[in-house]
């Protein structure tokens, strides 16, 4: 148990340092998109590219039009972050001197409905108001659909082992 307790320590810190990294650009894209600071357009404003802070160097490119800024660029980058930053909740699970808590099971609980409903609805919005959806997309929903229901049966052992742990607890 001491290996896992060492991976999960590991990859708690990368994938949480991966998380505040997608959360920091979804909102720098933000700020960049509402206040045009660092934003560029060209193509006769067909196109924009956000640049990296104080610099003209691209960063972030895409459509000029407001429903792919939201849905196909904002909401994605932004899923991201959720998405790391609740896998990281999970590592940080596994690095608990205790391992089946109530707090273990919520952890599993968030990250398996994140990844079973958030890619779906997210391309379901991005059809709907911005007409079309960034290619291979629906191939990335799936691989998190599975991700999602891999996470569900993990919580069911989970939150079985949790019984079995307050049964014993009782016991003695």
């Known amino acids: 148990m001491k290996n896992v307790k060492i991976i999960a320590t590991a990859l708690f810190y990368i994938t949480r340092l991966v998380a505040i990294l997608y959360l920091a650009t979804t909102l720098y894209s933000l700020i960049s998109l509402l206040t045009e600071w660092s934003l560029v357009t060209r193509d006769n404003g067909k196109y924009f590219s956000i640049c990296f802070p104080f610099s003209e160097t691209h960063f972030l490119n895409g459509e000029n039009n407001w429903a792919y800024k939201i849905f196909n660029f904002l909401?994605?980058?932004?899923?991201?972050?959720?998405?790391?930053?609740?896998?990281?909740?999970?590592?940080?699970?596994?690095?608990?001197?205790?391992?089946?808590?109530?707090?273990?099971?919520?952890?599993?609980?968030?990250?398996?409905?994140?990844?079973?409903?958030?890619?779906?609805?997210?391309?379901?919005?991005a059809s709907i108001f911005a007409g079309a959806i960034e290619e291979g997309l629906e191939w990335v929903a799936i691989i998190h659909f599975f991700l999602g229901v891999f996470a569900y049966f993990l919580a069911?052992?989970?939150?079985?082992?949790?019984?079995?742990?307050?049964?014993?607890?009782?016991f003695i």
């Not at 069911?156 to 009782?170: H, S, T, V």
């Open 75 to 125: 909401i994605p980058i932004g899923f991201y972050g959720i998405f790391f930053l609740l896998l990281s909740n999970v590592f940080k699970v596994f690095k608990q001197p205790k391992l089946f808590t109530q707090n273990g099971v919520n952890q599993l609980r968030w990250f398996y409905l994140a990844n079973i409903f958030m890619p779906s609805i997210t391309i379901i919005m």
């Open 156 to 170: 069911a052992i989970f939150k079985q082992g949790l019984q079995l742990q307050n049964e014993q607890d009782l």
